[in-house]
């Protein structure tokens, strides 16, 4: 397993290749989205996250996924056009990609080798309904559904990962965001 996320090249949303290593000696927050899911409307405290600490070398890294109930149905245009449109989102988005199980893009293959478990709120409810509709991760490191975050370091290394129901406003991300930026 590579060591760090710079080597595994990446699409941008309109269909550009591209590398995540133009995020080099940056920490990156990178994020599966959904535009028709009960947690899209965490693209605001994403976007919130992303002005509040861009200045200083952070960035949200978006990457639309259709793996949970088929809430990310639109092509990228169409994604794009409503991340923009009612979001008003700025931060980097990346192409469609499938984020668990077959066909899994290496970014995510690399992320949830790099770090197997989430971070969950302490009274957080998510997994528990998500096993009674019968949504349960088949691999114990696979993402659990839409929003789930990973927390990379200025040296492209996997230093935290939150569950989805981890809101972006939630002072753990924004603590664990101000350590990594804090080193140098």
Known sequence: MATDIYGIPVKRIDGTPSSLADYKGKVALIVNVASKCGLTPQYEGLEKLY???HDKGF???GFPANEFAGQEPGT???IQGFCQSTYGVKFPMFEKIVVKGEGQ???YRHLTEAKPAAKEKPDGTLKARLAERGRVQEKPNDVLWNFEKFLVG???KVVERFAPD???DDPMIASAIQAELAKK
């Open 76 to 78: 990228n245009a169409e």
């Open 105 to 107: 893009h290496p970014l």
């Open 166 to 168: 981890v809101t972006p």
């Open 59 to 61: 960035s949200v890294l």
């Open 154 to 156: 200025r040296d492209g």
């Open 51 to 53: 002005e509040t600490y």
